[in-house]
């Protein structure tokens, strides 16, 4: 079975979710109760991953690799490296957080659960494919569960949001399948002389062959891969899905869409675009570090303007992405992307904590208007405490997990780009004024007649978050365990984007 | 015990208070009150203890440069490069200076802990408000404890925390919520400068130095420091004075200094122990241990450091002419607190780095030591406006004797302790050599200034508020009372500190050891030892002493003549001069000036962000939406004409030709052999054709 275990990984929520499938309607309170059995093996397979990964192999490890359609060489080819293992982690944690915060929906039980399975699929096939098609599969498999789970079981304007949502990914995503095909079309494996979609052929300069030689291509193949995955990321001006998505999305489908699906975008760069297109990589860096602080800045004041808390955090995610996009644009060192791959996995926590609050206060209030709020830390002390602690990680209080990989982003960048990151900088201070502001307008002040019978937080909502706050401060006081898988793999991705020509 | 051994225990130090903050902070709720205060007190008094045997360990190092014990608990951050590496520890470093900190931190502290005690009795937030104030106390050791630039700023901003959570505490009042807020924001301005200097240190050295610097350590940051010379320099600025100016950014924010200090008078907020121990004592002058720390980048750049001295003296002036006019006893209180750390600045700013720390400490004692009285006073009056008071010194003597002592140490009257300290670092600033020529002696003026107007505030103070008749009305005087033993205990011990703290720096004319100045001179040595002593003669040393005592008499005797031989006359004269003190008691209305040109400008900016976001470019997705609607609207047209119109007539087609071979499937299976037959016999005939 350790041979096998990214296909168990990926594919054992498949199975609860053709179990809640065909489950006779009288066991539906049985659904529930899979949906999570069937995300508790993946969590400690993740934690098998986590224990055996070897910390100083750059390289690809748990390796599967079969044909698969032999007429277009695609291969079955799954691993994980020091980039996607935090993501793994990241996703397994996160799906079985979720159906735990998912317990209290009650319409079409059975729809809800089984596709949220079929995500959680797709999601860690995205993490674990190493060919290319491989990768589009999943990518597009996630399209789907999404588009309905927003769309079935979202707010009032949940249509619009979910198709929303779904073209603009669509977007992205035709925009990958041009690059993958040109790639297909402009590479060769040595070996057999055949076109290739595996990353690790693609990857190697000395298999590029026709068009991939051509410097337009290249170009373009790297701008449309950059604008696809910027509309996942997401990079302003490519974001505007993301409000609405969030706004509309149920909790946990906010959580997920924050805490995972987000990083697929920063993801794929790393995996396609820097390996494949060093040269590329290099010449774009200047562009999309810019792009990462527009994000960071309007993100932020953006996040201020609002009015509803969860628009708020879905903007505050914007912010944060930037800086994600900023630490991985430097190549003169490796401090930046480190930070980078680091912010991706602490803003993934922090985020699904976020936005795990939103849901506590929205199902006991029904509203997110955050000025009818205030003085709510009266009756809900320990719910205060908890968006206190969220709200400090996210404005990057050092001490708590997002300070380090923040600092690590903007130490990284400054080396390359010292205006910019002045710049970004100053996004603490804004930051820092609408989570402290949002914290008084609902939190502080005198007691609210309106608020008074709210209930404090639950014990199903605690169990939820606590886990992610313990992470939070763990992290900020001992990163290590995340920067040690990630070093070796990045110092080596840095030293392929430098070492090309 | 040995400091080898000593070492081990290091960081027990931070520790003990963060363990008492976690275990209160989580439990406080259902341990019960006795197990509060003995977890709070206690982790606060380990701390003192540990910091005790660590000076007396650091002392028992016979050689003064050996006196630095670096414990390295864990590896914090680790980031391989193709060459260097960043690699920061968490370490700790206990050093004269270091330890010097802890002692005020965990001394001083600790007796602010006990008197909270009683100051807090009844309020049912005890447990909150005790994990937040050992969240402080480790915070702040680990500011004073790092070994390194990063560690420090995770200090840093954790005693921002604490101050922002403790300025709120009681949070039902909006206000106070929003003072807690503008302390963070205000500090968070400052911390921006600080990171972008700790970048620009980092690279700069990084580079230059071989990447020799990856651990951020100051004993590694000052091996370094000197390449920043040969940097480039940036806009015509060399790259040491822009680095210490961003670095001295972050102190304005920390320590209260023009033109961050806004936020401090509204920290008031806070309970009155909170104002003493952080906004008082410890926090706000993390600044200028941070500068003390760094000396070594701040002599770099002469320039950077005349800035410093200048911002601290005018800080001091300028503070203390609103001092005069506050009502607020707490905001007498603040604003004098943010004039005498502009003295700190001032003194570090000249390079007497020892004598901005004995400052420090000295201010430690009695600045901690007027808040807590003036808590006791609240705490009896129920008022914080002092025109409601008058006439407590009946009432109150253990409060109104040691206020007395720390009036006379602010004041600057021999031998209390703020006499020493002052002095020195205005001695210090009429001998310094700064940038430009003669400003020395113009800072020493302004800072002489300011001695003479604090003086007088503080008269104005104790006079309003322990001499004269009571005028809080009959009910409020029937319920005046002495504070309990909680609270007094602690006034005596500060005020005896106050007294004597003095002798530990003794001036260099006085010919008795510097205690202080010896111990720190390790950590701050100079070219050719403190700058300030031996050089000069001690006429001039027994002279310049002379007239700052002779501005703190006059100060006095011009407060006590106003305010207590002819209490009609400040009307009078505030009438006179009606606008003058309209601006000075508005504080020069910079905090308007400030949410007009900083406040207001931001929000209008996030609100235009989040239209542009929503009305263009939100609307051009809308807008692409509705045109690909409209396109493909047309192209249904078309699809009906035309292409739905093919595919019709293709089906009309098969329907036709459906309706003709329909014959061919007539039901026989034998039609259905002979057609199987032919087909095969015409593949067999194809087959043989190619």
Redo the contacts between chains.
Sequence with gaps: MQSHILSWIIFFPLIGAAIICFLPKRLESWMKPIALASTVPQLYWAYKLYVNFERANPSFQFVEHTSWILRFNIDYYLGVDGVSMPMVLLTALLSFICILASWNIDKYIRGYFSLFLLLDTAMMGVFCALDFFLFYIFWELMLLPMYFLIGVWGGPKKEYAAIKFFLFTLVGSVFMLIAMLAFYFGSVEPATGLHSFDFTILANQAAHIGILKDPVVRWGCYLLLLIGFAIKIPLVPFHTWLPDAHVEAPTAISVILAGVLLKMGTYGLIRISYPVLPDMARAFAPVVAAFGLVSIIYGAFCAMAQKDLKKLIAYSSISHMGFVVLGMSVFSNTIGINGAILQMFNHGIITAMLFLLVGVIYDRAHTRDIDGFGGLAHNMPVFAGYTGLAFMAGLGLPGLSSFISEALCLIGAFQTYKVMTVLATTSIIITAGYFLWTMQRIFLGPMNERWEDLPEISLREAACLTPLAIIVVVLGFYPMPILDMIGATLRNTVHLVVAMR | MDPTTFKDYLFLIPLLPFAGAAINGILGRRLGLRAVHLIALGSVLGSFVLSVAGFLALVSIKSPEARRVVSVL?????????TGS?HIN?AFLLDPLSSVMCLVVTGVGFFIHVYSVGYMHGDPGRARYFAYLNLFTFSMLVLVLADNL?LM??G???VG?CS?LLI?FW????DN??AG?KA??AN??G??GF??GL??L??TLY?SSGQAVGSLSYGELKGAAPLLLDAEPILGLSVPTIICLALFMGATGKSAQIPLYVWLPDAMAGPTPVSALIHAATMVTAGVFMIVRLNFLYLLSPVALSVVATVGALTALYAASIAITQNDIKKVLAYSTISQLGYMFLGVGVSAFAAGIFHLVTHAFFKALLFLGAGSLIHAAHTNDIRKMGGLRAHMPATFFTFMVAFLAIAGIPPFAGFFSKDEILFSTFNAHLAAPGLGKLLWLVGLMGAGLTAFYMTRLVIVTFFGEFRGGESAEEKLHESPRTMTGPLVILAVLSAVGGFIGLPAVTHLPNLIGGFLEPVVALKGGAASHGSHSAALELGLMAVSVAAAAAGIYLGWYLYHKRPELPGALRERFKNLHAVVYNKYYVDEAYDRLFVRP??A???G???F?LGV??WV?NAL?RATERISAGIGWEDLKVVDGLVNAIADAVKYWGYHTRRLTTGKVNHYLYSVVLGLFVLYLLVLIT
């Design positions: 864990y590896q914090w951050i680790l980031i391989a490069g193709q960043f968490v990063l700023f995770v840093w901003e954790g925390l922002y709120g949070f039902s009042e909006l919520a929003r807020m963070f924001i968070r301005v911390d921006f990171f972008v970048m620009l980092f690279w580079v931001v929000i900016i996030s609100r962000t989040g239209r976001d470019i939100d997705v939406a």
